[in-house]
């Protein structure tokens, strides 16, 4: 079965860092683009970071120069490492494999989602 | 950066059908995905390349798109069908490629 699983959601700081996994299965992480979807409460998604290994890497204005998306093949795991958190920061974060053809993508599989509360 | 309009809430009754629309500036030279997403849950594909259904998905969901807009169809409208719908695009010539819709919210009367 296809899956996606995300942990290391909670609440944290402000200025505080949190780093989530996402664990794959059914698949291999490393021949596929990988994306971060955020939601907010009661927000719509928004898209936090994608890049596909070794390929070219994307982060929205909002989390650029905070976050990192990294992978470790090994694990078939998708990390997003999140420093200097804001409140606005709290939402939801999705895993989710992107299917890329040609220069169109779009999300075929999601996780379950990981809540990240950003407060003091 | 490319923007997607969607209207905020869609009501139908059961068994008609409901229209959710997105606009957008050319949209029809784009293709777009739709995914639909029930509360607490994570959003699933419905509908990609403008109107391919992804297997398990039923016959009832069709889309469409031309022009400045791209619309959501779903016929024999069901209870279970009330969730948020979501239009997304991606244009790999704009620093911000990939755009989700703001959500429309499908209410079953």
């Known amino acids: 079965e296809v899956q996606l699983v995300e942990t290391g959601g909670g609440l944290i700081q402000p200025g505080g860092s949190l780093r989530l996994s996402c664990v794959a299965s059914?698949?291999?992480?490393?021949?596929?683009?990988m994306t971060w979807v955020r939601q907010g409460p009661g927000k719509g998604l928004e898209w936090v970071s994608f890049?596909?290994?070794?390929?070219?890497?994307y982060y929205a204005d909002s989390v650029k120069g905070r976050f990192t998306i990294s992978r470790d093949n090994s694990k078939n795991t998708l990390y997003l490492q999140m420093n200097s958190l804001r409140a606005e920061d709290t939402a939801v974060y999705y895993c989710?494999?992107?299917?890329?053809?040609?220069?169109?993508?779009?999300?075929?599989?999601w996780g379950q989602g990981t809540l990240v509360t950003v407060s003091s | 950066s490319y923007v997607l309009t969607q209207a905020p809430s869609v009501s139908v009754a059961p068994g008609e059908t409901a229209r959710i629309t997105c606009g957008g500036n050319?949209?029809?030279?784009?293709?777009v995905h739709w995914y639909q997403q029930k509360p607490g849950q994570a959003p699933v594909l419905v509908i990609n390349?403008?109107?391919d259904r992804p297997s398990g998905i039923p016959e009832r969901f069709s889309g469409s798109n031309s022009g400045n807009t791209a619309t959501l169809t779903i016929s024999r409208v069901e209870a279970g069908d009330e969730a948020d719908y979501y239009c997304?695009?991606?244009?790999?010539?704009?620093?911000?490629?990939?755009?989700f819709g703001g959500g429309t919210k499908l209410t079953v009367l």
């Open positions: 890049n596909h290994n070794g390929g070219k890497t």
């Open positions: 059914g698949f291999t992480v490393s021949t596929n683009y």
């Open positions: 050319n949209i029809g030279s784009k293709s």
């Open positions: 989710a494999r992107m299917d890329c053809t040609g220069y169109v993508c779009f999300v075929d599989i």
């Open positions: 997304q695009v991606w244009d790999s010539s704009r620093d911000h490629p990939g755009v």
């Open positions: 390349f403008d109107s």
